[in-house]
């Protein structure tokens, strides 16, 4: 099999994982003939960047029901050994077609075996070739400390992806995957190296659920998340909702409405940028969120002593509870409100908050504002 053909493959293969930045977040790929498999992506710093994805292999031991790629599973198996999949990222990284690569792989000879050649790949791009910008390493299930510790230092990012909240959840998903050893322990060993060597300062971590296919409530998903990022400082988690794939195990599993990988990437966005805790969540009898809308929404309505809020004295933490208000909203309202009043529903709406959502729910010059904005005519 040529370059090109590899790259194809093993590239179409990595399209899976998300947990490398926003690539999950319905953002569209590079289109070029070279790059096909090259995505935007967010490095923690913010900024974005053209990612390559790509599998050192899609040769794989593991049995994963719902993956296109587990063993036994008639598909075309490539590798790429670690000089051929270093020197084509250099050739690319020079065309300026991409500025960072996320290299993850399917398990062949186990997960020790598997690191070592992603690991190889990693050690020429940084010395051979010099390469200097953006790594994201996906650590193997059952690596071990030291495998990690190589890892941390020649990636920016590490992750492992859970795919389920427990290990009952995950022995839906696979049999030949141990939770608390294989996916969970490298993440808790991840997290004790980081903190205990300074050369690994400002390295991250992340990890990545499949929705829908274990039988798993968004509370099991966004409990496990929310104690990842308490107790493992997690950096993000993605969450991807589970479709069916042909001649798999959960060939016939009925797919997960892609509304509920929203309302979980609604949460988690409540939990990491708007101050919101575990407990703040309203979930339904069967443990799930709200569909038709969405989780602030819906524990403003729950919430009715909290409201209505006082635009003109209300905190940050108050105005970030307010639905159709967002942290740039919010801290617009703080800055504007030292030279001026907010007095009509208008001037929300000028400063780039939800004004119709907000309006129902906040006190304007001690009166309720007009639900609707004027007509601009
Ligand atoms: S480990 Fe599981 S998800 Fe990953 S490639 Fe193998 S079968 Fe697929």
Redesign the pocket.
């Known amino acids: 099999m040529d370059i090109q053909d590899k790259l194809d493959l093993l590239g179409s293969a990595a399209q899976a994982d998300l947990a490398c930045g926003k690539c999950g977040e319905g953002q569209t790929r590079v289109r070029d003939d070279v790059g096909r498999w090259i995505y935007p992506a967010v490095r923690p710093d913010g900024k974005t960047v053209k990612m390559l994805k790509i599998l050192q292999t ?1 040769a ?5 029901f ?6 036994g599973r008639d598909v075309p198996r490539s590798t790429f050994q670690p000089e051929e999949l270093a020197a084509t990222f250099d050739q690319i990284h020079r065309a300026h077609l991409a500025e960072a690569i996320f290299i993850s792989s ?2 062949a000879g186990g997960g020790t075996r598997t690191m070592e050649r992603m690991l190889a790949t990693a050690e020429l791009l940084r010395g051979k070739y010099d390469f200097r910008g953006y790594i994201h390493l996906k650590l193997m ?1 059952g690596a071990q400390d030291a495998a990690i510790e190589r890892a941390l230092l020649l990636a920016d990012r590490v992750s492992v ?1 859970l ?1 389920a909240p427990s290990s009952e959840h995950l022995a839906k998903l ?1 049999s030949t ?1 141990r939770y608390a050893e294989e996916l969970l322990a490298p993440l808790q060993i991840a997290k004790k190296l980081i903190a205990r060597n300074p050369a690994l300062a400002g390295k991250t971590m992340t990890t990545q659920f499949v929705v829908g296919a274990a039988d798993e409530s968004d509370r099991d998903i966004l409990a496990r998340t929310t104690q990842l990022y308490r107790e493992l400082e997690l950096a993000r988690a993605y969450f991807s909702a589970f479709q069916p794939i042909e001649n798999t195990p959960l060939e016939n599993h009925a797919p997960t409405p892609l509304v509920r990988e929203h309302r979980l990437y609604q949460s988690d966005f409540l939990f990491r940028k708007y101050g919101f805790a575990f407990a703040d969540l309203i979930f339904d009898p069967r443990g799930n969120l709200a569909t038709e809308a969405d989780p602030k929404t819906v524990w403003a309505t729950h919430h009715p002593e909290f409201f209505p809020i006082v635009l003109n004295r209300a905190s940050k933490e108050q105005l970030l509870r307010i639905p159709g208000i967002g942290p740039l909203s919010a801290s617009r309202i703080l800055q504007s409100r030292r030279v001026t009043k907010f007095t009509a529903i208008e001037q929300l709406a000028r400063i780039g908050a939800d004004a119709s959502r907000a309006a129902p729910f906040v006190l304007m010059n001690g009166r309720a504002p007009a639900r609707q904005l004027a007509l601009p005519f």
Not at 60 to 64: A, H, L, P, T, V
Not at 66 to 71: A, M, S
């Open positions: 899609n794989c031991e593991k049995d994963c719902y993956c296109p790629t587990r063993r399917g398990v299930p992806n795919e696979s995957k």
